[in-house]
């Protein structure tokens, strides 16, 4: 049993924290949040994650990749999530991964390597409706031009290439085909979500998009309890360190007990989660019968908690916790996203039990 | 990152287990019987599955330390519901006279205590001394060769099955609080101890007040040194929070709440079709494969020396929360037999009192809580508290 980072990946997410502390902190993404318009994406801090190979990170290496895996892409998503980091991660490494499970060689040698390369940015178009994020709810049809409404894109406005979720599985739609986009007056300003709207446009099937769902759906989960869990952690150190710093009656806030077991309970809520979500990373790569369930499990347990904590840190800092110009908003907001992005806590428990044969 | 164990550790599975089969159960199909269990035990002993950490002297097993050997051993007995070789109380004892007994001690009481021939009895706490253990004030006075010992213990889990117990007491009554206290064996089947049972609040008799009027113990049967008992129970507390035992014990409890929730009806269909039981459920489950995995995490990164972080605090208090959080929704899928303790699910109304027990026994959880805030998250220490109890 070897439960643990390797050198490696440890060494992967110093470099990329370095690279974040450097190009991305708090006052960097509080300017998301106070520039004035629709929510857009920080195209230069992406050019520099590209750079650093972010998107290249679950590409085969015959498709210009680095051949990594499900781990190596979450321990990275949890980093991001500890930034709040405002790029199109997300929807990008989805859309990637979409033709690397369920693109035929043509189509991965079309995609790929420029995936891979940063050279084009992805999305992909699951949702539907107030909350129809599983296949068997879809209701897109690609089977002849496409029509139909998609929500809680991420960054479509920018994508070069959209993945649609569709009856018949997965559809490539590329940018100038029949569709328009309507940017979401979102609460996370850091993760630009979309409306958007076929009409008649031109998607081409991935060949084995239908059976590459189960992993593209897990994948989307379990990226989503790391970036909880990062923005979860990184609240609990935020509202430790405030408290051994914020003084009242003379002394630190740390020395009062109620507030030292409020920072406990958040503690407690996240820590162990750590373990949940590297399970279900580990599991969609080397233990594929319990993979659904631990996705599932981890999406459900994460988000809950992070919401929570994110509530609980507000409630630790006092009146400036409340404020815009705190950072703890941000990772409200991003919680936010989280908890509803591929169906709420309570959902994902219902599929877990289902999955889990109950 | 890989979860299994490794081909060679599957053989070792392998021979556990063939081992396991050929003495559990029972050839006279009682695994009730003490005198079947003391058997098992001694083979697996000689078979080096138990007691591994101790010297064949004193009648361990002396094997290379391995914590996935033990986790693998741990997992099938679990399974063969076969005995773990645990004496409640004699856990605690034995490494604390590893660590800090005389060769005299060691040899007098380790071998028979693994045996189970020796049961203790675990006398930390007090009426007046609880959480605030060093508090403490039931005194021995050396005279001549002999302790002699006045005052009271109290909730001492087994003190009516035990022939010894391993108690604290105050020997040196000027010193500070916590330099006063020494660590002391004591033969508890003599006349100046008296053992009062206390009746739990699930009926049972586990607990008991101790009382000790001029109750004798030899000189020599001090542990470490004088008046630095303190020191000496700090290892007996590390001994008594480990993780594993923490997660096989949650997991075969989350198992028998599931198989309830299938056998039980509500409105006609198994219980676990309701939806608000079956995403409580859910949500149960995705706490355990938290404990679970992070156990898996510490183990791993005990065995290559890195440091746990903040889970290493967590386990006890963790686990406590979630053997209440079982034991309420077990109350509600029982529903009217919940208040009927002649009834088939007495278990499961016991287990909703034994899980408040968890939060108690073995340092509360607001010690637990203190704990956490001081070693996890670096708080400034509280004068008043942090320090666990027994
Ligand atoms: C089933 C069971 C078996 C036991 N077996 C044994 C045994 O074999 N041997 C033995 O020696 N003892 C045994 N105990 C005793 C156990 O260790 C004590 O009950 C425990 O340490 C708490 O002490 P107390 O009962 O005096 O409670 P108190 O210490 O009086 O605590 C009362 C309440 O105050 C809280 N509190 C106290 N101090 C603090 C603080 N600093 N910060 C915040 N909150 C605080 C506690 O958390 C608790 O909620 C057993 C107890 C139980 C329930």
Known sequence: MNFLLSEEQLALVDSLADLLRDNCDAQHVHKMFDTPGDAVIDADLWAQLVAFGLPAIIVPEEHGGLGLQMIDLAIVAETLGAYAAPVPFFGHVLATLAIVLGGSDAQKTKWLPRLAAGDLLATVALGEGKSAWMPDEWTLSAANALSGVKTLVPNAAEADLIVVGVKEGLGLVEKGAAYTVKRSDGADRTRPLDTVTFEGATAELLEGGKDALPKLIDAAAILIAADAFGGAEHCVDMSVDYAKMREQYGTTIAHFQGLRYQLVKMALATEPSRGLYWYAAHAWDAIPEQASHAAAQAKAHLTDTYLQVTRDTVEAHGGIGFTWEHDTHIYMKRAMWDWAWLGSPTRNRLRAADLAGW | ?390
Request: hydrophobic share 40%.
């Open chain 2, 1 to 390: 990152m890989e979860l299994g164990f490794g081909p060679e550790y599957d053989s070792f599975r392998e021979e556990v287990r063939a081992f396991i089969k050929a003495h559990w159960p029972p050839a006279d199909g009682n695994p009730k019987s003490r005198e079947n269990e003391r058997a098992f035990v001694i083979a697996a002993t000689e078979a080096g599955y138990m007691h591994r950490s101790i010297p064949k002297r004193f009648g361990g097993s002396e094997q290379e330390p391995d914590i996935i050997k033990a986790e693998i051993i741990r997992e099938e007995l679990t399974k063969a519901r076969a005995p773990a070789g645990r004496i409640p109380g004699n856990g605690l004892v034995v490494p604390t006279l590893l660590e800090w007994g005389t060769e005299e001690q060691k040899e007098r009481f380790i071998a028979p205590t693994l045996r189970g021939d020796i049961l203790w009895a675990q006398g930390f706490s007090e009426p007046n001394a609880g959480s605030d253990l060093a508090a403490l004030r039931t005194k021995a006075e050396l005279v001549g060769d002999k302790w002699i010992i006045n005052g009271q213990k109290i909730w001492t889990t087994h003190a009516h099955k035990a022939t010894h117990m391993f108690c604290l007491v105050r020997t040196e009554p000027d010193a500070p609080k916590h330099q006063g206290i020494s660590y002391l064996l004591v033969d508890i089947r003599q006349p100046g101890v008296t053992v009062r049972p206390l009746i739990q609040m699930t009926r049972q008799l586990e607990f008991n007040e101790v009382f000790f009027d001029n109750a004798e113990t030899p000189a020599d049967m001090l542990v470490g040194e004088r008046g630095k008992g303190w020191n000496v129970t700090r290892s007996t507390l590390k001994h008594e929070r480990s993780g594993i035992a923490t997660m096989t014990w949650s997991l075969s409890m989350f198992r028998d709440l599931v198989k309830l929730a299938k056998e039980v009806e509500r409105d006609g269909k198994p219980a676990i079709q309701n939806p608000r039981i079956r995403e409580e459920l859910a949500a149960i489950q995705g706490e355990l494969m938290s404990l679970t995995y992070s156990t898996y995490r510490a183990t791993s990164h005990d065995v290559h020396d890195r440091d746990i972080g903040r889970f290493q605090t967590m386990p006890k208090i963790y686990m406590t929360e979630l053997a209440g959080r079982i034991a309420k929704l077990a109350r509600d899928i029982v529903e009217n037999d919940f208040v009927d303790f002649g009834g088939e699910k007495l278990k499961w109304i016991e287990r909703f009192m034994i899980s408040l027990s968890m939060s108690i026994a073995g340092g509360t959880s607001n010690i637990q809580r203190n704990i956490i805030a001081e070693r996890s998250l670096g708080l400034p220490r509280d004068h008043h508290g942090g320090k666990a109890a027994a």
